[in-house]
């Protein structure tokens, strides 16, 4: 059998606003690319598995990777994100499973109106459990300080699956979330359209910027992103 191309991550990962149903992709179908995520997975010759969640957080993208353990075989390419550590990992009451719970549309709900509420619901459906979380959020996790706190803990544990899976024979590449905003080298959904579809997403051009980036690191070997991450 082949060797795969896994991607672990959230938005950016999966590829928010470049598939079918989001505005941007039904809107501009002239514009229509390739996610860095398909395009390495092609330049590598590698069969596609793509388990990017949006919203997800990085105790649960960390839980996906262990879960897949097994699954991996040396040759195999992992693209590994962080993401935001406001995330949560919290209840699915209609699921019954622990899921990452998309914080943002809780903090940021002006700019995260394209995810509806139904999602928040299925977690959150009373205003006093709301406001309970929103609570410990922002007493556990905001502020410059308290994020690197978070950082500084997930890092270590990204690092030592990376580690260990180095030496397991397989090709780990990890990126951080703080390259999202830097819409300059990136282009954002927003800027490509001319502020038509306000997404905060890479448009089709930004995820080809990113992925001829990536790919320069993969030719290097850089495993790890030399990048500061506060």
């Excluded at 330049?43 to 919203?55: A, F, H, R």
């Excluded at 957080?57 to 195999?76: H, P, R």
Aim: with cysteine; proline share 3%.
């Amino acid at each position: 059998m082949s060797n795969k191309a896994w991607f672990f991550g959230d938005s950016f990962t999966f590829g928010d606003g470049c598939h079918v149903g989001y505005e941007y992709y039904e809107k501009y179908p002239e514009l229509r690319e390739k996610t860095w995520t398909n395009l390495i997975s092609e330049k590598l010759n590698l069969e596609y598995v793509n388990k990017g969640i949006s919203g997800n957080s990085n105790s649960y993208i960390l839980k996906q990777v262990i879960d897949n353990l097994n699954n991996f075989k040396s040759g195999d390419y992992i693209f590994l994100s962080d993401t935001l550590p406001v995330r949560l990992v919290y209840p699915n009451k209609k699921t019954k499973k622990i899921e990452s719970l998309t914080t943002d549309i809780i903090l940021w709900p002006e700019y995260n109106k394209h995810h509806g509420d139904v999602p928040l619901n299925e977690f959150l459906n009373t205003r006093e459990e709301r406001m309970v979380v929103i609570d410990f959020i922002h007493q556990s996790t905001m502020g410059n300080s308290k994020e690197l706190v978070w950082s500084n803990y997930y890092n270590e544990q990204f690092d030592s699956i990376q580690s260990f899976l180095l030496s397991m024979g397989l090709e780990v590449y990890t990126w951080s979330y703080k390259l999202w905003n830097n819409s300059s080298k990136y282009e954002w959904i927003t800027k490509a359209t001319k502020g038509k579809v306000e997404d905060g997403h890479w448009s089709w051009k930004g995820h080809n910027d990113f992925y001829m980036d990536f790919i320069k690191r993969i030719e290097k070997k850089e495993y790890k992103l030399k990048y500061p991450l506060i």
